[in-house]
C-alpha cells in the first residue's frame, strides 16, 4: 500500500571545482505541501572533500550550509527567503544554480512516516 504522505526530495551536493561538474551528496532535503513538511539532513565528509580539491574552505562551506539549512527551517534570520511558505523555500532551494552547493532535480514519492524517509535518504545518498 502507497504510504499516506506525497513528498519531494533533493541531494545536496557540494561541487569543489564547479567547472569540473563533479561533484559530492552532502546532504538531503525532503518536502510534503500536505503534510506541511520539509527537514534537511547534511554532513561533511571533510576527508572526501579534501580529496576533491585542497582549496575548498570548509568554514565557509559549513557556514553556507547552516545558511542553507536556516533558510529550509523558516529562521527569522533566514532573511526574506526563510519566511516564505515551505513549498517555495522548497523551491528557492532546489532552484538550479551555478555555485558550489546545488542540489539535485527533484524527486518523488509516498510515505507514511517523513522523518524515516528523511533518514533513509541520507543513509543511501550521503553516507
Known sequence: MQGTHLFEYA???VLP????DEFIN???ILFSKRAKYIRM???????????F????DLDLLEASLKSFEK???????????????ISERFRWL???????????RPHSG??????????KLFAEMVL
Not at 509516498?110 to 533518514?119: P, W
Request: charged share 30%; proline share 0%; glycine share 6%.
Open 94 to 104: 532546489t532552484a538550479v544554480r551555478s555555485s558550489c552547493i546545488q542540489t539535485s
Open 71 to 85: 533558510t529550509c527551517n523558516g529562521d527569522i534570520d533566514a532573511g526574506v527567503i526563510g519566511q516564505l511558505d
Open 53 to 56: 580539491s585542497t582549496e575548498m
Open 41 to 51: 539532513k547534511w554532513k561533511l565528509n571533510e576527508e572526501r572533500l579534501r580529496n
Open 110 to 119: 509516498f510515505a507514511d512516516n517523513l522523518d524515516a524517509i528523511v533518514e
Open 17 to 20: 571545482k564547479v567547472e569540473r
Open 11 to 13: 541531494v545536496i551536493r
Open 26 to 28: 552532502v546532504g538531503v
